[in-house]
């Protein structure tokens, strides 16, 4: 169909993107550096496309999939000048440095559409205000991208189902008319070692009913021609790749009314006639088309034909005693009625048993009375039919509905009897969405998460699948405008002409995905009740059928990043994570945990100790508890949770009590005796406030244990002690002992104790490091008070070379700075400290992100595998990704020359790097175990419980605004050498 100037009026494969006046911040816009801007995005966010998109630039991500899983990204591209004809393409993976012919990731540019806030039934209101979503996922290879606009791009990967399971690496790249590369993003993919099942096998059932009349209109084909057959291919290509299930077919003529644009009124595919002498007479062609055509793709699990009891009582057929078509008014209970359908069904009933299709059959209805459905059904089941509906919940159809679809909240009706039941007997129960629900949803203006959460939805209420109304039931202008004279925006489909994808069909898919993992995993962990009982925690979650859709988002991505990691803790026993204090079973009252400390006692014994946050947040907030655990296993088991320090929890506007709280804890055990010394910061005052000075500052503590961690000493205040050393050079406002791990000296020994350090975290100045040769007795500055280490830094860890040469890590956003500390005089600890190197660990291809993040360091002496000869192996803990997620244990040998010490070679030349966990996860530490395994206490599992009110204290004292109450899972895991080096390096003892 062409318009004026001879353009489409239904354009498919290039079309013109829809424009909207709204605002341009060109201020920001102007503040951008020169060129295209590029970065990896959320895809939960609708990114608008006239202003800056807010993030943090990340150009390294990683995705994790199972085999045989479609797993989706969003990046976004942006400038304040235009560029023009710029195109997209995927690398091929590489895995293990080689490059391999996988090339199964694909890039495509999304467009915008019209959309408004409505979401509800009834006629559309005109007069809302307009805005732009990016929701179209284009075909087009190459696009403009105009000044002062953002553009956002879905990435797709789609893992092959006989991969092997590994890391993967793809790029992204940006690609100018010339050819020249304008941008590119890297893509870590690690493929899970599982596998998805094919689509035929999978267990959730998907219903989106068909339109294959919009087709044949926008495509202006005859219906049912070869035409309208052809064009109606690669859309039940892509509804069979998603799982559909079900042939939407249609017997009579207009099961819905108005619901459906004016030119696509639903046709029958089956010709009702009657003949002269009053017999009637049935033309399956159409339906056996359509069927045929469906059973290609493998949508062939069930035919729901639509419907003995259309919304307006209406049954046309053609009456060739007249010649034309007539309509026969009537009502379930009328004879009339009975004797239409009696005779119809018999003849359908002959046809399909004929064409092998009679027991996947279903006389459908939708949203009829019980008292309709019921009359219905005893006419279909007369003749051995079942029957399908979506509509209400009604106890009376629960036990004869084949096909039963609920609105969804009402799937709580069903009693849990039912529902077995139902199931015992081949039964299948979904939910539907329709306009009457707000969230979530799949409208336009539906957060994109909440595609995802539907089907999690179904698999936390033990339901089969989904249904909706209208997949590709389009209007007149579906690529520029989603609004429709009926129901909310972009309710009439999902899917756009062109075979153009939408981010919310694509986070369905993803949600199945999903929802298949659950049924897997859930069989699997039958015999493993811990895990069971953690997957069951977090479909408790999902049972919400009105939920705010900002929450999907947090809980799909909770709940992706365990169903993704759940084989990465059932390599071997001795491989197993587990949580020894545990925050996400929590309920938003009880404490939650943080901030791990470990140490390697007298006799092997493993001393764990967290932070029992009873405030919800850190120190300066009121209450903080320090607890312990021990295990005399090297972790297999561990003693029940003990107090080593409880906080009162005193508050006040004038007196900073050194009993509020006890929190960061930093732990280290003696070589040679059975003491151990724990550091905390005590009292209640913020470290980042300015309120907290010399005079009102930090308060430090101090405990000891002289039987080997089983008991402690009362914390003593060593504030003054700490403080003081630096008031005559560089005094501090603030200061820490930073958490995990006090480090001993291996080789210095300064009379009846080696040589321990503490970093400091310091305001201002950055990082101090104090020593103490007494085991914590008394302390001194390294390298005197006037040292700096490291300016700047944050949360620091010590290790040591071989010589005794001091190692400072410090925490920064994308990395870590490092700095030695050489000696001159060992005894009175002069020296001096170099000038600070920073890395992002690159050099491994898994360089980390923005995140800033406490980590931990391990020297351990090893045999290199490949020649057999001995190095110092440097380990480092820290997270991964951008965000506080994916940590990872990066190694590197240490080959230089001691006597001449470079920082850049501490920096640089990372050898590779060892993921932990695959969700999120921050603060780590790491000890060798007296058995030669390395022991990681961590931080996994975020969970947050909202918000609490600031108490009043020194720090705030009006008590204003509110904290986070907020934690994570303590988890406990240890490794061989040559798990976390992939075989390059076995241990041979510590240092």
Same mark, same amino acid.
């Given at each position: 169909?062409?318009?004026?100037?001879?353009?489409?009026?239904?354009?498919?494969?290039?079309?013109?993107?829809?424009?909207?006046?709204?605002?341009?911040?060109?201020? +920001?816009?102007?503040?951008?550096?020169?060129?295209?801007?590029?970065?990896?995005?959320?895809?939960?966010?609708?990114?608008?496309?006239?202003?800056?998109?807010?993030?943090?630039?990340?150009?390294?991500?990683?995705?994790?999939?199972?085999?045989?899983?479609?797993?989706?990204?969003? @990046?976004?591209?942006?400038?304040?000048?235009?560029?023009?004809?710029?195109?997209?393409?995927?690398?091929?993976?590489?895995?293990?440095?080689?490059?391999?012919?996988?090339?199964?990731?694909?890039?495509?540019?999304?467009?915008?559409? !019209?959309?408004?806030?409505?979401? *509800?039934?009834?006629?559309?209101?005109?007069?809302?205000?307009?805005?732009?979503? #990016?929701?179209?996922?284009?075909?087009?290879? *190459?696009?403009?991208?105009?000044?002062?606009?953002?553009?956002?791009?879905?990435?797709?990967?789609?893992?092959?189902?006989?991969?092997?399971?590994?890391?993967?690496?793809?790029?992204?790249?940006?690609?100018?008319?010339?050819?020249?590369?304008?941008?590119?993003?890297?893509?870590?993919?690690?493929?899970?070692?599982?596998?998805?099942?094919?689509?035929?096998?999978?267990?959730?059932?998907?219903?989106?009913?068909?339109?294959?009349?919009?087709?044949?209109?926008?495509?202006?084909?005859?219906?049912?021609?070869?035409?309208?057959?052809? @064009?109606?291919?690669?859309?039940?290509?892509?509804?069979?790749?998603?799982?559909?299930?079900?042939?939407?077919?249609?017997?009579?003529?207009?099961?819905?009314?108005?619901?459906?644009?004016?030119?696509?009124?639903?046709?029958?595919?089956?010709?009702?006639?009657?003949?002269?002498?009053?017999?009637?007479?049935?033309?399956?062609?159409?339906?056996?088309?359509?069927?045929?055509?469906?059973?290609?793709?493998?949508?062939?699990?069930?035919?729901?034909?639509?419907?003995?009891?259309?919304?307006?009582?209406?049954?046309?057929?053609?009456?060739?005693?007249?010649?034309?078509?007539?309509?026969?008014?009537?009502?379930?209970?009328?004879?009339?009625?009975?004797?239409?359908?009696?005779?119809?069904?018999?003849?359908?009933?002959?046809?399909?048993?004929?064409?092998?299709?009679?027991?996947?059959?279903?006389?459908?209805?939708?949203?009829?009375?019980?008292?309709?459905?019921?009359?219905?059904?005893?006419?279909?089941?007369?003749?051995?039919?079942?029957?399908?509906? +979506?509509?209400?919940?009604?106890?009376?159809?629960?036990?004869?509905?084949?096909?039963?679809?609920?609105?969804?909240?009402?799937?709580?009706?069903?009693?849990?009897?039912?529902?077995?039941?139902?199931?015992?007997?081949?039964?299948?129960?979904?939910?539907?969405?329709?306009?009457?629900?707000?969230?979530?949803?799949?409208?336009?203006?539906?957060?994109?998460?909440?595609?995802?959460?539907?089907?999690?939805?179904?698999?936390?209420?033990?339901?089969?699948?989904?249904?909706?109304?209208?997949?590709?039931?389009?209007?007149?202008?579906?690529?520029?405008?989603?609004?429709?004279?009926?129901?909310?925006?972009?309710?009439?489909?999902?899917?756009?002409?062109?075979?153009?994808?939408?981010?919310?069909?694509?986070?369905?898919?993803?949600?199945?995905?999903?929802?298949?993992?659950?049924?897997?995993?859930?069989?699997?962990?039958?015999?493993?009740?811990?895990?069971?009982?953690?997957?069951?925690?977090?479909?408790?979650?999902?049972?919400?059928?009105?939920?705010?859709?900002?929450?999907?988002?947090?809980?799909?991505?909770?709940?992706?990043?365990?169903?993704?990691? #759940?084989?990465?803790?059932?390599?071997?026993?001795?491989?197993?994570?587990?949580?020894?204090?545990?925050?996400?079973?929590?309920?938003? !009252?009880?404490?939650?945990?943080?901030?791990? #400390?470990?140490?390697?006692?007298?006799?092997?014994?493993?001393?764990?100790?967290?932070?029992?946050?009873?405030?919800?947040?850190?120190?300066?907030?009121?209450?903080?508890?320090?607890?312990?655990?021990?295990?005399?296993?090297?972790?297999?088991?561990?003693?029940?949770?003990?107090?080593?320090?409880?906080?009162?929890?005193?508050?006040?506007?004038?007196?900073?009590?050194?009993?509020?709280?006890?929190?960061?804890?930093?732990?280290?055990?003696?070589?040679?005796?059975?003491?151990?010394?724990?550091?905390?910061?005590?009292?209640?005052?913020?470290?980042?406030?300015?309120?907290?000075?010399?005079?009102?500052?930090?308060?430090? %503590?101090?405990?000891?244990?002289?039987?080997?961690?089983?008991?402690?000493?009362?914390?003593?205040?060593?504030?003054?002690?700490?403080?003081?050393?630096?008031?005559?050079?560089?005094?501090?406002? %603030? +200061?820490?002992?930073? *958490?995990?791990?006090?480090?001993?000296?291996?080789?210095?020994?300064?009379?009846?104790?080696?040589?321990?350090?503490?970093?400091?975290?310091?305001?201002?100045?950055?990082?101090?490091?104090?020593?103490?040769?007494?085991?914590?007795?008394?302390?001194?500055?390294?390298?005197?008070?006037?040292?700096?280490?490291?300016?700047?830094?944050?949360? @620091?860890?010590?290790?040591?070379?071989?010589?005794?040469?001091?190692?400072?890590?410090?925490?920064?956003?994308?990395?870590?700075?490092?700095?030695?500390?050489?000696?001159?005089?060992?005894?009175?600890?002069?020296?001096?400290?170099?000038? @600070?190197?920073?890395?992002?660990?690159?050099?491994?291809?898994?360089?980390?992100?923005?995140?800033?993040?406490?980590?931990?360091?391990?020297?351990?002496?090893?045999?290199?595998?490949?020649?057999?000869?001995?190095?110092?192996?440097?380990?480092?803990?820290?997270?991964? #990704?951008?965000?506080?997620?994916?940590?990872?244990?990066?190694?590197?040998?240490?080959?230089?020359?001691?006597?001449?010490?470079?920082?850049?070679?501490?920096?640089?030349?990372?050898?590779?790097?060892?993921?932990?966990?695959?969700?999120?996860?921050?603060?780590?530490?790491?000890?060798?175990?007296?058995?030669?395994?390395?022991?990681?206490?961590?931080?996994?599992?975020?969970?947050?419980?909202?918000?609490?009110?600031?108490?009043?204290?020194?720090?705030?004292?009006?008590?204003?605004?509110?904290?986070?109450?907020?934690?994570?899972?303590?988890?406990?895991?240890?490794?061989?050498?040559?798990?976390?080096?992939?075989?390059?390096?076995?241990?041979?003892?510590?240092?």
């Amino acid at each position: 169909m062409m318009g004026q100037n001879n353009v489409s009026v239904y354009p498919l494969e290039k079309y013109v993107e829809p424009d909207l006046d709204l605002p341009i911040d060109s201020a +920001a816009w102007q503040n951008l550096s020169e060129g295209l801007n590029i970065s990896w995005a959320s895809r939960d966010i609708h990114y608008e496309k006239y202003q800056v998109p807010y993030l943090k630039y990340v150009s390294d991500t990683m995705v994790w999939g199972w085999k045989g899983e479609r797993v989706n990204l969003m @990046a976004v591209i942006f400038s304040k000048s235009s560029f023009e004809e710029v195109s997209l393409r995927m690398t091929p993976w590489i895995k293990d440095g080689f490059v391999t012919q996988i090339n199964s990731a694909q890039a495509r540019f999304v467009n915008y559409v !019209i959309t408004d806030d409505y979401k *509800s039934c009834g006629y559309h209101p005109t007069d809302l205000p307009q805005w732009l979503v #990016a929701d179209v996922i284009d075909m087009d290879l *190459s696009k403009d991208i105009s000044a002062m606009e953002t553009r956002p791009v879905w990435c797709t990967v789609e893992v092959p189902r006989d991969i092997c399971s590994g890391k993967y690496y793809t790029t992204m790249e940006v690609v100018g008319k010339d050819g020249k590369i304008l941008g590119k993003l890297q893509l870590k993919i690690n493929v899970v070692n599982r596998t998805l099942p094919e689509v035929r096998h999978q267990k959730f059932h998907l219903d989106l009913w068909q339109q294959p009349y919009s087709v044949s209109r926008y495509y202006g084909v005859e219906r049912w021609s070869q035409g309208h057959l052809q @064009a109606l291919r690669p859309y039940l290509e892509a509804l069979a790749r998603a799982g559909q299930r079900s042939v939407t077919a249609i017997m009579f003529y207009e099961p819905w009314g108005e619901q459906i644009y004016y030119e696509d009124k639903f046709d029958p595919m089956i010709d009702v006639i009657k003949s002269e002498d009053g017999s009637w007479e049935y033309d399956y062609a159409d339906f056996d088309k359509y069927v045929e055509l469906c059973d290609e793709y493998g949508i062939n699990h069930q035919i729901n034909c639509y419907s003995m009891v259309p919304w307006d009582m209406n049954f046309r057929y053609f009456d060739k005693a007249i010649n034309d078509y007539c309509f026969l008014k009537t009502s379930t209970s009328h004879e009339d009625y009975r004797t239409l359908w009696s005779d119809f069904l018999y003849s359908f009933k002959e046809h399909l048993i004929e064409k092998g299709w009679f027991e996947k059959t279903n006389i459908a209805m939708d949203e009829r009375s019980p008292e309709d459905v019921s009359n219905a059904y005893q006419i279909a089941v007369a003749l051995g039919f079942k029957v399908a509906l +979506a509509g209400n919940y009604h106890s009376s159809l629960s036990e004869i509905i084949q096909d039963y679809s609920v609105a969804i909240g009402q799937d709580k009706m069903f009693t849990a009897a039912e529902l077995s039941s139902r199931k015992s007997k081949g039964q299948i129960t979904t939910i539907y969405t329709s306009c009457a629900d707000k969230e979530p949803n799949i409208f336009t203006n539906s957060l994109p998460a909440e595609a995802a959460y539907i089907p999690l939805y179904a698999a936390a209420a033990g339901l089969d699948g989904y249904l909706h109304w209208s997949w590709i039931n389009w209007h007149e202008n579906p690529l520029a405008d989603s609004r429709y004279r009926m129901f909310g925006s972009g309710d009439t489909y999902c899917y756009y002409p062109g075979n153009r994808s939408s981010v919310r069909f694509e986070r369905l898919i993803e949600g199945i995905h999903q929802y298949e993992k659950v049924m897997i995993l859930k069989e699997e962990f039958k015999n493993q009740p811990e895990r069971l009982s953690r997957l069951n925690h977090l479909l408790e979650g999902f049972k919400d059928s009105s939920i705010d859709g900002k929450k999907c988002a947090e809980m799909v991505n909770e709940m992706e990043a365990f169903l993704n990691g #759940a084989d990465s803790i059932s390599v071997c026993a001795d491989y197993d994570k587990q949580i020894l204090f545990n925050t996400s079973d929590g309920d938003g !009252i009880r404490a939650p945990y943080r901030i791990p #400390a470990l140490a390697s006692a007298k006799h092997g014994r493993l001393v764990a100790v967290a932070a029992r946050l009873v405030c919800g947040t850190d120190p300066g907030f009121g209450r903080i508890d320090l607890v312990s655990r021990t295990s005399d296993d090297f972790g297999v088991t561990w003693s029940e949770i003990s107090e080593v320090a409880v906080g009162s929890g005193r508050v006040s506007a004038e007196e900073n009590f050194f009993d509020t709280a006890f929190g960061d804890p930093a732990i280290v055990a003696d070589r040679d005796g059975q003491g151990l010394l724990l550091m905390s910061v005590a009292g209640c005052t913020l470290f980042t406030d300015t309120k907290t000075n010399r005079k009102n500052p930090n308060l430090i %503590a101090i405990l000891r244990s002289e039987d080997n961690g089983a008991s402690w000493s009362e914390p003593v205040d060593v504030t003054e002690v700490i403080y003081s050393l630096f008031d005559n050079f560089n005094p501090i406002d %603030a +200061a820490f002992v930073t *958490s995990g791990k006090i480090f001993q000296s291996r080789v210095i020994k300064v009379g009846e104790y080696y040589r321990i350090y503490a970093a400091l975290c310091v305001r201002e100045g950055g990082n101090r490091v104090i020593f103490s040769d007494d085991f914590g007795e008394s302390w001194k500055p390294l390298g005197g008070a006037e040292a700096l280490p490291v300016e700047g830094g944050n949360e @620091a860890k010590c290790e040591e070379l071989e010589d005794g040469t001091l190692i400072l890590s410090s925490r920064t956003s994308g990395g870590r700075l490092f700095n030695f500390f050489t000696y001159r005089n060992v005894r009175r600890g002069k020296g001096e400290w170099g000038q @600070a190197s920073k890395t992002d660990f690159s050099d491994t291809g898994y360089r980390i992100g923005r995140n800033s993040t406490n980590g931990e360091m391990l020297v351990v002496r090893a045999v290199r595998l490949s020649d057999g000869q001995e190095c110092s192996l440097l380990l480092h803990s820290i997270p991964t #990704a951008d965000s506080r997620e994916n940590l990872g244990i990066y190694f590197k040998e240490l080959s230089f020359n001691s006597e001449v010490i470079d920082i850049d070679d501490i920096a640089e030349g990372w050898t590779g790097c060892y993921f932990v966990s695959n969700t999120t996860s921050a603060y780590s530490t790491l000890v060798l175990q007296d058995d030669g395994k390395i022991a990681l206490l961590f931080e996994e599992n975020y969970k947050w419980f909202g918000k609490r009110p600031n108490p009043v204290t020194t720090t705030f004292p009006t008590g204003e605004g509110f904290h986070n109450f907020d934690g994570y899972d303590i988890v406990f895991i240890n490794y061989d050498l040559e798990t976390i080096t992939s075989g390059r390096y076995k241990l041979v003892e510590a240092l």
